[in-house]
Nanobody, 116 residues
């Protein structure tokens, strides 16, 4: 059973930056598609970025495309989400997930709050 643990969230002012990390209990970046999702209170969970195991171009939600970057370090079993120019609307619990056909493995999430 693959376990995922997110970290790096926190309170940041608008226009600030954060880098989230998702560390897996085993090798996963070479075997799974990995995605970052977020869920804000009262809203549905949405996928914001994903990267495949074969290093094709990542995919992004339009609203984050020019601000967020997903990347991975195979040697560290870690996937990152660099978030720049954060907006209050980005406030949410951010989760990473991994899978092949579907996202079968999920972390617990890390809270990101964007506020002045």
């Amino acid at each position: 059973q693959l376990q995922l643990v997110e970290s790096g969230g926190g309170l940041v002012q608008p226009e600030g930056s954060l880098r989230l990390s998702c560390v897996a209990s085993g090798a996963f970046t070479n075997y799974y598609t990995i995605g970052w999702f977020r869920q804000a209170p009262g809203k549905e969970r949405e996928g914001i970025a994903c990267i495949s195991s074969v290093d094709v171009s990542p995919n992004y939600l339009d609203s984050v495309k020019d601000r967020f970057t997903i990347s991975k370090d195979n040697a560290k079993n870690t996937v990152y989400l660099q978030m720049n120019s954060l907006e209050p609307e980005d406030t949410a619990n951010y989760l990473c997930a991994a899978g092949r056909v579907a996202f079968n493995f999920w972390g617990q999430g890390t809270q990101v709050t964007v506020s002045s």
